[in-house]
């Protein structure tokens, strides 16, 4: 996860690069075509058939997968990186939501409530660190960097969810990924079709290739990660990312953040941390866990 978390960063780089000159449609739909190449190769090497039991879990997991690109590609050609990372990385808050609700829905009465008091605290906490995170950009079409920001770790906690209930299917990482990818493609280019691309022929389109590259192996890391390693260790080791962004951002692109976005991008990693456990202790298990 920790060097998923660095090529995750890196890839950010290059995309901050590469959105000069092409939309977000268009280097998903790169990033995916790259990705399908390597995967197809990687599969074959491996011995891996790309035939799948489970094509529906596939297909929610592209279309949420998807969208989550789509917007934290968007948000990172707009924002700081490492305010765009760091809205990304909400998806742990964005989990212990989800799981909370589905708890009090599912045992009625003011006991559950008492329960998850804590659980429902550190949810509370995380959104207030992002109000303070987007209070310094939220103007402009910053505004809509910052919403898409949000939706990326709104997705992003959805397409985790699937990523697990894939790698319990029996599912190995390289078909997975290889859906993913091949899913984005389609979105991206189909994108373009609709709104119009440019043309390849022009410094900025170097960076296309490192975009797929540097996605494609940290989403193998991540998908690994989550497959065979500790669920609380994994999730937490994933806020790696948000300290190569901010190194990348102040290096590379001068990026100076004000006091109250750093205060806000530490309550957020320190609400993810905390719902971490929380939610592994305070939430019992619920049916759709257990068929998932």
């Known amino acids: 996860m920790v060097l998923g978390a660095f090529l995750f960063a890196s890839m950010g780089v290059c995309i901050k690069f590469a959105s000069a000159h092409f939309h977000s449609f268009e280097v998903v739909g790169y990033r995916g075509l790259i990705g399908v190449i390597f995967l197809a190769v990687l599969a074959r090497l491996r011995g891996v058939p790309l035939a799948t039991r489970v094509p529906g879990m596939h297909l929610w997991r592209t279309i949420v997968g998807t969208l989550s690109l789509l917007a934290w590609f968007y948000a990172i050609a707009q924002l700081p990186l490492a305010t765009a990372m760091t809205l990304n990385y909400m998806s ?103 709104i119009g691309g440019h043309g390849l022929w022009t410094p900025q389109a170097a960076w296309l290739l490192p975009i797929g590259l540097f996605a494609v192996l940290g989403q193998l890391c991540m998908t690994r990660a989550y497959a065979s390693g500790a669920t609380l260790v994994v999730a937490n080791l994933q806020y790696f990312g948000i300290a190569f962004a901010a190194l990348y951002g102040w290096i590379i692109f001068d990026d100076r953040l004000p006091l109250i976005g750093w205060l806000g991008m530490l309550l957020i990693v320190g609400s993810g941390v905390a719902a971490t456990f929380l939610r592994e202790r305070a939430v019992p298990k619920l049916p759709a866990e257990e068929h998932a």
Do not use: K, N
């Not at 939501?97 to 008091?117: E, M, T």
């Not at 959805?158 to 029996?170: E, I, K, M, N």
């Open 92 to 194: 742990s808050v964005w989990v212990a939501a989800f799981l909370l609700g589905g708890a009090l829905l599912w045992q009625r009465g003011a006991q559950p409530w008492r329960d998850q008091a804590p659980l429902f605290a550190t949810v509370l906490i995380g959104f207030g660190g992002v109000a303070l995170v987007l209070r310094p950009t939220f103007d402009g079409t910053a505004a809509l960097g910052g919403l898409a920001g949000l939706l990326s770790g709104l997705t992003s906690a959805l397409a985790y969810l699937q990523v697990a209930a894939l790698a319990r299917a029996g599912e190995p990482e390289t078909r997975t990924v290889f859906y993913f990818s091949l899913g984005a493609t389609a979105a991206g280019f189909a994108g373009t079709a609709v």
